[in-house]
T-cell receptor
């Protein structure tokens, strides 16, 4: 199994630019989570999808953040416009519909907004 | 509501000694409990879980955790630490009726040679 795939692994952009992060969950998993990790705030849940439908987006910081899951094998997290305080590592995780309800994390995208 | 606490930001232990990383939780229903490990510049990696059954759960890399319902704790343990165990460890809890886990702040484990 290839695991959760995220791209890009690193992104450096300037304030005001649009940033799109991508995630391919593990095949057969029906739940997908986007997290943000910073030293100050630790690991924060941004949004949770179940069967491609957003179930809980209460962690999305503000309207500049949006997430989509057009099909079971792809999700995006978009920041428009980006700000320096968005600099963080963004993780995608997926979880299976049956079996151990653990989460499987991708390698993360390290975002730096200048 | 569900919450989890990892009271130690950092744990230091000498190689070969036993290690314990503490975790306490609060849920309204039956808890699902997890431990994850994060190595530098990597994503979190699942170590072990408690869903039901034996209170002592064995996981990857020789780690184990003990579920204690009366103390609402789920401490991570290993009999003999390795330098390569040095990493950030996260405890997570999920109420049985919820699909979204709550993660602790993480504990940095440093194993000295």
């Amino acid at each position: 199994d290839a695991g959760v795939i995220q791209s890009p692994r690193h992104e450096v952009t300037e304030m005001g630019q649009e940033v799109t992060l991508r995630c391919k969950p593990i095949s057969g998993h029906n739940s997908l989570f986007w997290y943000r990790q910073t030293m100050m705030r630790g690991l924060e849940l941004l949004i949770y999808f179940n069967n491609n439908v957003p179930i809980d987006d209460s962690g999305m910081p503000e309207d500049r953040f949006s997430a989509k899951m057009p099909n079971a094998s792809f999700s995006t997290l978009k920041i428009q416009p980006s700000e320096p305080r968005d600099s963080a590592v963004y993780f995608c995780a997926s979880s299976p519909r049956s079996g151990p309800p653990a989460q499987y994390f991708g390698p993360g995208t390290r975002l730096l907004v200048l | 509501a569900q919450s989890v606490a990892q009271p130690e930001d950092q744990v230091n232990v000498a190689e070969g000694n036993p290690l314990t990383v503490k975790c306490t939780y609060s849920v309204s229903g039956n808890p699902y409990l997890f431990w994850y490990v994060q190595y530098p510049n990597r994503g979190l990696q699942f170590l072990l879980k408690y869903i039901t059954g034996d209170n002592l759960v064995k996981g990857s890399y020789g780690f184990e955790a003990e579920f204690n319902k009366s103390q609402t704790s789920f401490h991570l343990k290993k009999p003999s630490a390795l330098v390569s165990d040095s990493a950030l460890y996260f405890c997570a809890v999920r109420d049985g009726g919820s699909y979204i886990p709550t993660f602790g702040r993480g504990t940095s484990l440093i194993v000295h040679p």
